[in-house]
């Protein structure tokens, strides 16, 4: 009588290994996100809110050409002169202070940054127009 070997390939695939990778990288993904902090300019871009800015500050409007000259409502003004506005204005209006900045289409993004990064330095707040 002769005796049949069954040997059978087992199909299974074994997930434990598998699960455990997901598990460290889920973990490591979560560790790393939660310790990068954005660097990022805390801007009140225009939308749908409708808080009315501050009664002083809406007189303040920095225009920046596609040149990257600076204008401070409509008259010329370097970037120091645009810190010593920013500092009177903080001292006028304390914590609600605010500036108002108005790029041309074509301005480079140093000149807007250098402006937004001023104003974030100094503590005013900075609403960005949409370029015109």
Do not use: C, W
Request: no cysteine; charged share 20%; glycine share 4%.
């Amino acid at each position: 009588m002769a005796v049949k070997k069954r040997s059978k390939v087992s199909a299974a695939f074994n997930m434990s290994s598998l699960t455990d990778i997901i598990f460290l990288l889920l973990i490591f993904f979560m560790l790393t996100s939660s310790i990068v902090t954005p660097n990022a300019l805390n801007l009140q871009l225009p939308g749908k809110k409708t808080s009315p800015p501050p009664p002083k500050a809406k007189n303040k409007v920095i225009g920046i050409s596609e040149a990257g000259t600076y204008t401070l409502n409509d008259s010329p003004v370097s970037l120091a002169g645009i810190e010593q506005q920013m500092l009177a204005l903080r001292k006028i209006d304390g914590d609600k202070a605010a500036i108002v900045v108005s790029p041309a289409a074509k301005a480079s993004n140093e000149t807007v940054v250098a402006v937004l990064d001023l104003a974030y330095n100094l503590e005013v707040r900075a609403v960005l127009t949409a370029p015109k």
